[in-house]
């Protein structure tokens, strides 16, 4: 297997800094890639003159028999080649009730903060892990075929920040080659076979389908996956910064401004945008006009086109559960509040110290049953009589120019199933005092 250490020493010379003598930290599950790999760094060791040590993470996805077999296979390895080995568990299928994240996300987010953990506990430079150009191949066609932009399409890159993948030249098939002629145990994982996981469908059904129209596949892929990256790492060079002028970014070509637009996701965003979110964001760009415009994008991120201005925000979570309204102060999410008072002269009263005097309010009659009014988080669908015509909230607030967010944000008043009251909306009728009565002041205090 004189073809697959050559490969592995040519990228490990082509990426790990010259001179140095790094540290490595291998990510062990105990399969065949990885297995393969951390033997054979534990042959080039010398040669290069790094520290190794390896951790094997253990998910708690698959039953305890297997997932015992894992840690025997990775402590047998280990101690064989005299490599230091680090063994963490973590709940997945826990986390993944708690979060509401696929199986596949949240295992792989797990495993790389346990990496990162463990390669800071031991003072190494580089996590290494048994991505091969098989895995680069399957990566590209599952970016592809849900829709990635031409990012999504460089492959595996051989270094990303303190991750180094030294087999990404090598191929599934020379890894089991190796272990064979090493004689390396290896565990199989069940869950490799379920093809209810889309990474396992493609490597399974699609991937066998296209080796026989051209058994080259992973080269072919890595060859157009390094056209890609040369690309990318030319307009990294030549592109302008992110402007909030949005005449500025209608201005850019179509392909300059979704990668300027994509370089300032990343900022904020840890996923790849696809090319139809980028599209999305461009035609919000070159449209303009009045009022806000958003998009809501991956990790919480919110795109908003308001005039001429364009910007990226995180999106706050404004939901609550349905309370009663009470006497005085009625604290809601984002340091909003809505204010009763016992007549007309206390609106003001009690104002949060953070707030600019951004507020807004309306009179309610004093035989009202406030008592029995509800506050709630908007759903959509709500309706309002007033003027004597049910009204939809929604196009009121459109009338009204109220920015997309601020609408998103606001509190409903309702009584009995009756929308009383949304704020910037003129109150139901029936509900205002009788002229010359005073009433209860409600005020919606929105900015801080």
């Not at 080995?85 to 696929?102: F, H, I, Q, T």
């Not at 990294?236 to 300059?256: G, M, Q, T, Y």
């Not at 506050?375 to 003027?387: D, F, N, Q, W, Y």
């Amino acid at each position: 297997m004189k073809a697959l250490i050559e490969k592995i020493k040519k990228m490990l010379k082509d990426n790990l800094p010259e001179g140095d003598c790094p540290s490595l930290l291998c990510a062990l599950s105990g399969g065949k890639d990885s297995c393969c790999l951390l033997s054979a760094l534990r042959e080039l060791k010398e040669t290069f003159g790094f520290s190794l040590y390896a951790c094997h993470v253990d998910h708690k996805i698959r039953p305890p028999e297997e997932t015992g077999n894992d840690r025997r296979v990775c402590l047998s390895l280990c101690e064989k080649l005299g490599v230091p080995l680090s063994v963490v568990s973590v709940d997945v299928p826990a986390l993944c009730r708690e979060n509401g994240k696929s199986v596949e996300l949240c295992a792989r987010e797990e495993r790389y903060r346990v990496l990162e953990e463990e390669r800071r506990k031991r003072g190494c430079d580089f996590i290494a892990t048994a991505h091969t150009s098989t895995d680069s191949a399957e990566t590209m066609l599952h970016n592809l075929l849900r829709g990635a932009s031409g990012e999504g399409l460089c492959g595996i890159p051989p270094v990303r920040g303190r991750i180094l993948r030294p087999l990404i030249g090598c191929t599934a098939e020379e890894t089991a080659a190796w272990c064979a002629e090493k004689q390396i145990e290896y565990a199989e994982d069940s869950t490799n076979s379920d093809t209810s996981y889309t990474r396992n469908f493609i490597r399974l059904k699609i991937e066998p389908l296209l080796r026989e129209i051209n058994p080259s596949l992973e080269k072919n892929f890595a060859s157009f996956a390094a056209s890609m990256a040369d690309d990318r790492a030319y307009f990294e060079l030549v592109l302008p910064p992110f402007s909030p002028d949005r005449a500025f970014l209608a201005s850019l070509p179509p392909a300059v401004l979704r990668r300027v637009l994509r370089e300032r996701f990343r900022k904020t965003g840890t996923r790849d945008l696809s090319f139809d979110q980028l599209k999305a964001m461009q035609e919000l760009i070159l449209r303009g006009g009045d009022g806000e415009k958003t998009l809501d994008l991956p990790d919480g991120t919110v795109f908003s086109v308001e005039r001429d201005r364009v910007s990226f925000r995180e999106k706050e979570d404004l939901s609550f559960a349905p309370f009663p309204l009470r006497a005085g102060a009625n604290p809601l999410p984002g340091g909003r509040m809505l204010f009763l008072g016992e007549d007309e002269k206390d609106r003001g009263r009690d104002l949060p110290t953070n707030i600019n005097k951004l507020f807004i309010g309306i009179i309610l009659k004093k035989d009202l049953p406030v008592d029995r009014i509800v506050v709630s988080a908007r759903k959509g669908g709500e309706r309002i009589v007033s003027g004597g015509m049910r009204r939809q909230v929604k196009k009121l607030l459109q009338a009204e120019k109220i920015p997309l967010f601020t609408r998103a944000s606001l509190p409903v008043l309702s009584l009995e199933g009756e929308t009383v009251w949304v704020p910037f909306l003129r109150q139901k009728d029936g509900t205002l005092p009788p002229e010359g009565e005073n009433g209860l002041s409600l005020t919606y205090y929105y900015g801080g």
